[in-house]
């Protein structure tokens, strides 16, 4: 059994080593041009991918013609993998039931009976029970392929021919879109309008030298290029500016953000429900719907109550807003931000450039290589058909001779043993007109009358000096695609059903960001609790009793305060910085909860100062251990990031050490030195970042505590024991100063901690 696995005789002489580096990239490179030139990438000329186009001219072969009768699509997809796509059958039927399906391609090229899927996503039934035949556009693409208006190559067994590309009388690379992924590069183009494609492309014709910008539709200019945008399918609102459009179409590279179009029912009593009408392109609706309502179970919609699938051959979704009172824009923005409601449809026009090159291009550029092979294709036509009129002319001649020489050729044909060498030398004819002759019925002597051959030479006479004219003018050929393309133009007019606009633009309506993010929370109370070690968690209600906290060993209560979770917590730190957490985002108040640490970049040797419920109508003053301060206003140090903001610069060993909200006219310093100074509020600056200015004048030591209050109203203290002192502003004379000044001992009952409220 050993002996069959050994080379043949001879040893190791077939034995070739290779360096297996070269031979992989060799492979590879090999893998990969494959997978782009006959998979992945479609050509710019047709729009189509290879097994697109082996469908179409399968079904070219087997005459299903628009007007023809429907056949099996698993005939069809057994020519297509018998004689020209060496794949599996359900890759090519996958293929085939797509270019069916209207909610996929815009302009449908197969016309489908059957069950071909739908919108849900649900597959198409097995390809014996559904038929298929060619659409209009398929016929477009295929016009003249009879013609020689494009070249053929052997297929894979070299037993048939097919079509290297199509003619495409249809604009289908952009019309229809295509998508694909190859070996390092990938294509993305979404569908488009033919109405305004070919307007665009009849622009270019006038206007070889034409821009991206003059192809796109310009209100302000009509008469220039008609591309609004793409136009897909399934409808929904484009929102994306003109300007980003455009940028797209110049580089090839860029995408559009499409929105679901709804509206709003009235139910009556003020009562109303949302309906969507349109989703987004390619967005499967019933995987769409179940993510809607995975959110709203796990509570992250909490503007809406219930949503609803009510559709029949139409897109029917009811979204049932959670009252009367909720915003139906902001429900929809919140809709939009956390679901495919708005979906990016990415656009990289990756093609095959003349069918060889893969390049991305730009529109114009797309719309230029289209036109140019439909002047080829006319070209190529209007040789076939030049050199038919010349067969044909000389076949005419023939007749004429035998017509005028009835007599004589019937005896050539009856006496001769070979008539055609005969007739050759008698009459000085072609070859082929001798064989035409001896070819003709006895039947048609009767009708080979001078006048009908004359009038029919006459005719292709004329026929041929226009061909021969056309072939010689450039300017003539370009009116003649011109005139093709109105053609089309007519048959896929917004006019018609197929042909009118079906996406719409819009500007995304200017939301509040805030009021958004507040309608994505839940809201419910909590009780925010943050320990001296700086562990974070967040117990559900209010509560106001917190001796009975469990910490780890060694840790306690830093600090403690109820709050919603809809709030943002502000998080101050010794050194200076502040970070934001949302109210939800908290770990939950079963254990410890977890280290700030983790959920922020904070710095080792920092601790937590303390953390209070943002109000953004709020001013603060904070204040380092050494006494220096400023009044800052909270929104400006909400950061979004781990890293948090720098607000109060401060340098070791001075610290971060008091946040004193910011309420009445003056404000009373307390140092560690027992001394205390009351100067006015206005004295202290506003700044959003810095290091502050000097509050209290210290020997050594520094700052103990910091009170705002309305001089009015006086200043007041809690002692330890819980009592009360109040001194109004008469009282507090020998205290009051200027900012920075020493100030006095503190006034008899005040606390010994040093602190304002015992």
Known sequence: MGQSLLPPSGGDDNIQPVDLKAALEERYLAYALSTIMHRALPDVRDGLKPVHRRIIHAMSEMGLRPNSSFKKCARIVGDVIGKF??????????????LAQDFSQRYPVVDGQGNFGNIDGDNAAAYRYTEAKMTEVAALLLEGIDQDAVDFRPTYNEEDQEPVVLPGAFPNLLANGASGIAVGMATSIPPHNAHELCDAALYLIRHPDATVEDLLFDPANPQKGGIEGPDLPTGGVIVE???????SYRTGRGGFRVRARWVSED???GGYQIVVTEIPYQVQKSRLIEKIAELLVARKLP???DIRDESAEDVRIVLVPKSRSVDA???MESLFKLTELESRIPLNMNVLSMGRVPRVMALNEVLTEWLAHRREVLQRRSRHRLAAIDRRLEILGGYLVAYLNIDEVIRIIREEDEPKAVMIERFTLTDLQAESILNMRLRSLRKLEEFEIRTEFDALSKEKAEIEALLASDEKQWQAVAWEIGEVKKKFAKATELGKRRSTFADAPEADVEAIQQAMIEKEPITVVISEKGWIRALKGHISDTSSLQFKEGDALKVAFPAQTTDKILVFTTGGKVYTLGGDKLPGGRGHGEPLRIMVDM????DVLTAIVHDPARKLIISSAAGNGFVV????????TRKGKQVMNVSMPDEAKLVVPVKGDYVAVVGENRKMLVFPLVQIPEMSRGKGVRLQRYKDGGISDIRCFTIADGLTWEDSAGRVFTK?????????GDRAAAGRTVPKGFPRSGKFNG
Do not use: C, F
């Not at 500016?241 to 940028?247: D, K, P, Q, T």
């Open 603 to 606: 710095e080792n040797d920092q």
């Open 85 to 98: 796509h060496p794949h599996g059958d359900q890759s090519v039927y996958d293929a085939l039931v797509r």
């Open 267 to 269: 139910l009556g009593r």
């Open 303 to 305: 503007l809406l109550e």
């Open 728 to 736: 109004m502003k008469d009282e507090l004379i020998e205290w009051l």
């Open 329 to 331: 824009g902001i429900l």
């Open 633 to 640: 206003t909270e929104s400006d140090i909400v950061a979004n």
């Open 241 to 247: 500016s003109r300007a980003s459009m455009i940028e």
